[in-house]
């Protein structure tokens, strides 16, 4: 298996609604990532997980609530979104500086 | 810290010529240096990756890139471009930001329009 899962692929969730995120990878990567896309832009980093600890976070409003139960899943956990935070949210995991990262094909999230 | 610049927002090439799409780099150390392609909507998927070694590097899908210290460049190029290229290219950089920690930097992005 070389490839990053996320689910679901479109989310669309009021501004009280709580929700996550799901990534998955079973290529046993001990890095794995969050990155927020808005469109026309690159990618930016939100949070990196490494070895199941957090280890970098952007700055990111505590909304947004990230979690790595294991090794292999990577959870974004939403509550209280503004519609600034609609996006495309992916995940990405490494096996380590020179094999580059593999992405997911992302979340559409739209927050009404 | 480092970043990567892509100068060229949108470039438009006729289906069969060549491509070139640049990127510059600045980075203190030896840069771990990456090309990324994106349709819409999608994720990105790796075309091909520079660590050390020969400065010429080959990935997928027909591409190449090369690695240029002096001119703290790797421009990507292709020979003869097809409809499906059409997509965004993002050049990255990657680096410790302490510890175990690697993270990338992304550029700006070109988008490929592909004209018949």
């Known amino acids: 298996d070389t490839e990053v899962t996320q689910t679901p692929k479109h989310l669309v969730m009021g501004m009280t609604n709580k929700k996550s995120l799901k990534c998955e990878q079973h290529?046993?990567?001990?890095?794995m990532y969050w990155y927020k896309q808005k469109a026309k832009k690159p990618p930016e980093l939100m949070f990196v997980?490494?070895?199941?600890?957090?280890?970098i976070n952007e700055s990111v409003p505590s909304r947004f609530s990230p979690e790595c139960p294991n090794s292999s899943l990577l959870n974004l956990h939403l509550h209280a979104l503004q519609p600034e935070d609609s996006a495309l949210y992916l995940c990405?995991?490494?096996?380590?500086?020179?094999?580059?990262?593999?992405f997911g094909s992302g979340t559409r999230l739209t927050v009404v | 810290a480092q970043s990567v610049t892509q100068p060229d927002i949108h470039i438009t090439v006729s289906e069969g010529a060549s491509l070139e799409l640049r990127c510059n780099y600045s980075?203190?150390?030896?840069?771990?240096l990456f090309w990324y392609v994106q349709s819409p909507g999608q994720g990105l998927q790796l075309l091909l990756k520079?660590?050390?070694?020969?400065?010429l590097v080959q990935g997928i899908k027909g591409f190449e890139a090369e690695f240029k210290r002096s001119q703290s460049s790797f421009n990507l190029r292709k020979p003869s471009v097809h409809w499906s290229d059409a997509a965004e290219y993002f050049c990255?950089?990657?680096?410790?930001?302490?510890?175990?920690?690697?993270?990338?930097?992304f550029g700006k992005g070109t988008l490929l329009t592909v004209n018949p």
């Open positions: 990405a995991s490494t096996a380590g500086y020179n094999y580059g990262y593999t």
């Open positions: 290529m046993g990567h001990r890095a």
């Open positions: 997980y490494s070895y199941e600890k957090l280890s």
């Open positions: 980075y203190g150390a030896t840069p771990y």
């Open positions: 520079y660590f050390s070694g020969d400065t």
């Open positions: 990255a950089v990657g680096a410790s930001s302490g510890g175990s920690n690697y993270k990338l930097t």
